[in-house]
């Protein structure tokens, strides 16, 4: 399975039965061709490592880049992105409520009844909160994306940011630099938003409690652990006085989970 992300390249192999046997995730450097010749370098390597050889036996495609690649690979199928997640998701854990997918350029929020989509909010038009924005800003201060976290958890205080566009947070960084604000605070303020503009902006969804209780968190930007625990306040903040404890899982390969879907 490939996803040819807007900002990452994930390709995963697969058993018959379905099994993780190795994984590759790499920062896309731009073109999805060359991306993706690096992925089955890098998958064939580790198969070769273990003393096998490797035979693709069938090709699944997700993400931006899935009709090009389908068309260079001749792969099986293209999928959507958001069947792609949900197939992810529904293999790995038992009926799950609602998938929080956070990529590089989007966010995507599917609401499942019984293992089947009931609803989804998709927004790529905006960036407010997704993995870039966030990604960009750490990397302005010098932080690198995968020291967000660490770095965001060294913060005794933040500022609070108004959560929307990210035109506006971005003023809202310069507002803030200008006020004393250290930039270990700042990337806390903007972890601490990230639900916000997930349920509250993209989705325009106030009452989460009403989506179901089982949610899955995966895509790229889960694995900055500032930004899940950020989700995982807010979604618990939801249940307060619900009589109902949510369950909160990251998905064990959130990165490659599109991979893993197609």
């Known amino acids: 399975g490939v996803d040819g992300g807007s900002t990452s390249t994930k390709a995963v192999l697969m058993s018959p039965e379905g099994d993780v046997l190795c994984k590759v995730y790499q920062l896309s450097k731009g073109n999805p061709i060359q991306d993706t010749i690096d992925m089955f370098e890098q998958l064939n390597a580790q198969v070769e490592a273990q003393g096998a050889t490797l035979e693709v036996l069938g090709v699944g495609t997700t ?32 009926d799950p409520h609602v998938i929080v997918d956070v990529g590089g350029q989007d966010i995507k929020l599917i609401v499942l009844k019984d293992g089947r989509v009931k609803d989804f909010k998709l927004n790529t038009q905006c960036s407010a909160g997704n993995g870039y924005f966030l990604q960009s800003t750490a990397e302005a201060f010098g932080v690198a994306v995968k020291d967000f976290a660490d770095k965001a958890f060294s913060a005794q205080a933040m500022p609070v940011f108004g959560y929307g566009c990210a035109v506006f947070m971005q003023s809202d960084i310069v507002n803030f630099q200008r006020q004393g604000w250290a930039p270990e605070e700042i990337l806390a303020g903007l972890a601490a938003v990230l639900p916000k503009n997930i349920f509250l902006y993209v989705a325009s969804i106030p009452n989460v409690a009403k989506l179901g209780t089982r949610f899955v968190l995966q895509g790229g930007t889960q694995h900055n652990l500032a930004a899940v625990k950020a989700e995982v306040d807010f979604i618990r903040s939801n249940f307060r006085g619900a009589g109902v404890e949510p369950e909160i899982i990251v998905h064990e390969h959130c990165g490659e989970s599109g991979a893993i879907g197609a």
Do not use: F, P, Q, R
């Open 63 to 94: 993400g931006y880049a899935k009709d090009i690649l389908k068309d260079v690979l001749h792969a099986d199928a293209a999928l959507v992105e958001t069947v792609a997640h949900t197939e992810s998701a529904v293999k790995y854990y038992k």
